[in-house]
């Protein structure tokens, strides 16, 4: 038997992808995505080149654009620090928040939700306000934006319409004006200044922002007393 023999033989149909390879690649993009993320905080979006990322990550520019765009690299940014890695599994379908949507009780689907969003905005909450910041004063990064708060709604209404299920909203809302309300209430500017700024704690800011979405979401009468 030949060697290309041999190689066919163990991998019949397709291409032979080393595990060292993959791995090596798996570890460039990663320290390509935390030179971007670091930068991207630190200086602003529309400042950060990706000469200053190659630098940082201490790589070729043509390997960070081996990575993507400038905007993509903001993307993989933000969805790696939302979710804490880089599976494609959305937001509201990690175990935090199943396990907060599976509570019987509407308040205290409130309060594990919320958790998780004040986990979630401690990891990613400066990538956000960069991202914001960006879209301010660029068109497209704009538009990426606008994107992303949409997505935010929807993993918002997820909370009001799990809410809705166990019983009837606060002030005879619906569940899209509901979920209005809780969009301008949870959002990621709040949550990073809360943390940064303020220096609350991740429990402290959970605490707050379960009291409010309580208060905005369930009638007087099924509020939880003081201490539950």
Same mark, same amino acid.
């Given at each position: 038997? $030949? ?22 690649? !798996? ?6 995505? %935390? =030179? ?11 400042? $950060? ?17 081996? !990575? ?19 599976? %494609? ?9 199943? =396990? ?45 934006? @606008?994107?992303?708060? !949409? ?25 899209? $004006? @509901? $979920? ?9 500017? =709040? ?38």
């Amino acid at each position: 038997m $030949t060697k290309s023999d041999a190689v066919e033989a163990v991998t019949p149909g397709r291409a032979y992808e080393s595990p060292l390879r993959r791995a090596r690649a !798996q570890a460039t993009r990663g320290a390509v995505l %935390d =030179a971007a993320a670091t930068l991207f905080v630190r200086d602003g979006y529309l400042r $950060t080149t990706m000469k200053a990322i190659a630098g940082e990550a201490r790589t070729s520019v043509e390997t960070v654009y081996a !990575q993507g765009g400038k905007s993509a690299l903001l993307l993989a940014c933000v969805d790696r620090a939302l979710g804490g890695d880089e599976d %494609d599994v959305p937001l509201t379908d990690r175990a935090d928040f199943a =396990a907060a949507l599976a509570h019987p009780d509407a308040a205290d689907v409130v309060e594990g939700y919320v958790r998780a969003f004040a986990v979630v905005g401690a990891r990613a909450g400066g990538l956000l306000v960069a991202f914001e910041d960006a879209a301010a004063s660029d068109t497209a990064t704009a538009e990426l934006w @606008a994107a992303a708060e !949409q997505h935010r709604r929807l993993d918002l209404r997820r909370l009001v319409v799990a809410v809705a299920e166990r019983g009837p909203l606060a002030h005879g809302w619906s569940v899209e $004006t @509901a $979920t209005d309300a809780v969009w301008l209430v949870v959002t990621p500017r =709040a949550a990073h200044t809360a943390l940064t700024t303020l220096g609350w704690s991740i429990d402290l800011m959970a605490e707050a922002v379960t009291a409010q979405l309580r208060a905005l979401l369930l009638p007087r009468s099924t509020l939880p007393t003081s201490g539950t």
